[in-house]
């Protein structure tokens, strides 16, 4: 199905069941495998697929809590802008935008069942394995490489050519390139911030001991001999 408003480029080609929404743009050679869904007023670039099931454009995880508690919806009137070359997975879901868009640069691939929240920028040529979750507002480089199953919190930045193994839990902006692995088992937010600060000195404290050791060693040489 296409709505009113939506333009189409040359050679476009639209799966069986697919949906283009109001005033969305395609361009020439892209793909929309059945079932995909680009919604109103979202721009896919040129050569891109979209593999069946996936969705571009539905409303972002947003919501206010009111005096009683309860959630509120908050309206989500970005848009997700797409380059060219880009390739999304089976079952993907790119939100759209709270009040700026969502931004995927030309030439990322993106892997099957990866979840990119409202607002997030993705740089150029990045690839990103399947089962990862994107939280809103974040930034992530060009070229990087993001392993399966990793977690990415909100509102952080990731710098160009940075490579994340997968199942890794990135809470802080990276401002380097390099590669990073590491998580954390799931226990309460004081205890995990806690241990967060003392691992993160952990070789600092071992090279410490170390010092330590060949200190005592050096002052006590005879020690060794009478045991």
């Known amino acids: 199905m296409v709505e009113a408003g939506a333009v189409l480029g040359a050679r476009v080609v639209l799966g069986a069941g697919s949906f283009v929404g109001a005033d969305a743009v395609l361009g020439d050679d892209t793909v929309l495998e059945p079932r995909a869904v680009l919604m109103h007023g979202c721009r896919l670039g040129a050569r891109c697929i979209v593999h069946a099931g996936a969705v571009i454009g539905a409303d972002g995880f947003g919501f206010a809590r009111d005096e009683r508690g309860a959630g509120v919806k908050i ?14 997975g089976a079952n993907t879901t790119i939100d759209r935008g709270a009040l700026d868009d969502t931004v995927i640069g030309d030439g990322v691939k993106i892997d099957n069942l990866v979840q990119v929240a409202h607002n997030v920028r993705i740089g150029e040529h990045t690839a990103i394995a399947g089962c ?28 160009d050519r940075v490579v994340v193994g997968g199942m890794s839990l990135v809470s802080r902006s990276i401002r380097r390139s390099g590669h990073y692995t590491g998580a954390f088992p799931l226990d309460t937010h004081d205890n995990w911030a806690e241990n967060a ?23 006590q040489p005879g020690d060794r001999d009478k045991s």
Do not use: F, M, W
């Not at 309206?75 to 999304?88: A, F, H, K, N």
């Not at 507002?137 to 990087?144: D, L, V």
């Not at 993160?200 to 060693?217: M, P």
């Open 75 to 88: 309206p989500q009137t970005g848009r997700v802008l797409i380059g060219d070359d880009v390739e999304i």
């Open 197 to 219: 600060a003392t691992l993160r000195q952990l070789a600092k404290l071992r090279d410490r001991i170390r010092q330590l050791e060949q200190q005592n060693e050096a002052r």
């Open 132 to 159: 990862v979750g994107i939280s809103g507002s974040a930034r992530i480089g060009a070229y990087c490489l993001i392993g399966g199953g990793v977690g990415i919190a909100g509102h952080l930045e990731i710098a």
